[in-house]
């Protein structure tokens, strides 16, 4: 049985070559099929690089339908019929015995990629020396001139927009922000917090205790523990209604009414004469 095994495996010794034709760099597959049974697997060495022919990967088989296949991936950097030298193969059986088919050698036509007679240009003439162009100084000292006199420009603009500051202190305050409008663009909220920072600035005026380091209660508790009679009360209820209306939705005649009440607390605040004591006296609002 082992004499017929071998007799056919001697039979399809051919290498199928792929693809066809095969040009310069292309990879090539070398197969070899054999006729054998399935409890036969292939030992395979690897092919040996050359100066025109480069392994890509390790050799690999593969069992189906009662074919072993052998498959070599190679490529090839010259053109012409190239032979490469195909090692043993090496077929073990399921008993342990083994068959050594043994290396031939596979042909490829390699197609060159270069186009058809003499590529090569012709050699051209050399050139005559360069021409040296004189240098000057000029374009520098342009570029010198312009930057110093932008730059004289650019401070000369600085120190006016500096003096604006000092020009429009001595002028009328600045209008407070118009509070019909943004209650009316639906931002209540920012309403609140500015009224909020208006009544909570006058407080730290008449009551530095109360400045604007402390919490809104801490601010409150220390409004009721110095200050004195109603006044107290009303500048508490102001600032939990401002509180309420920051960080709480409101409708906008509510946040209205809020904006007045703190408006009625912040004149009387300022209009309230200051005792020795550092408390505020009564003022009817």
């Known amino acids: 049985m082992n004499a017929t095994l071998l007799f056919l495996l001697l039979q399809s010794s051919a290498w199928t070559i792929s693809p066809s034709p095969v040009t310069v760099g292309d990879t090539v597959y070398l197969t070899r099929r054999f006729d054998t049974t399935p409890d036969v697997w292939a030992r395979l060495r690897p092919l040996d690089p050359t100066a025109v022919m480069e392994p890509l990967i390790p050799p690999r088989w593969r069992y189906a339908e009662g074919e072993l296949t052998v498959t070599y991936a190679i490529a090839l950097f010259a053109s012409g019929r190239r032979n490469i030298a195909i090692p043993d193969i090496e077929l073990v059986h399921a008993d342990g015995h083994v068959q050594t088919i043994v290396g031939d050698t596979a042909w490829v036509d390699v197609e060159t990629v270069l186009p058809g007679g003499d590529s090569a240009f012709a050699p051209r003439p050399s050139q005559g020396p360069l021409v040296r162009r004189r240098t000057t100084g000029l374009p520098l000292a342009v570029l010198l001139a312009t930057t110093v006199l932008v730059l004289a420009v650019w401070v000369l603009f600085r120190r006016r927009r500096s003096r604006r500051p000092a020009i429009e202190e001595q002028g009328e305050p600045p209008p407070g922000p118009p509070i019909d409008v943004w209650v009316a663009s639906g931002e209540s909220r920012a309403v609140a917090t500015v009224m909020a920072n208006r009544l909570r600035d006058v407080i730290a005026d008449r009551i530095p205790e109360a400045g604007r380091h402390l919490h809104t209660e801490e601010c409150i508790r220390t409004v009721l523990e110095l200050g004195s009679g109603e006044m ?44 020795p004591d550092g408390k505020t006296d009564t003022v009817e609002s």
């Open 232 to 275: 107290a009360g009303q500048v508490a209820e102001a600032l939990r209604a401002l509180e309420r209306a920051r960080f709480s939705p409101a409708a906008p005649a509510d946040v209205l009414e809020v904006v007045d009440q703190a408006e009625a607390v912040i004149a009387a605040l300022e209009v309230a004469p200051d005792e």
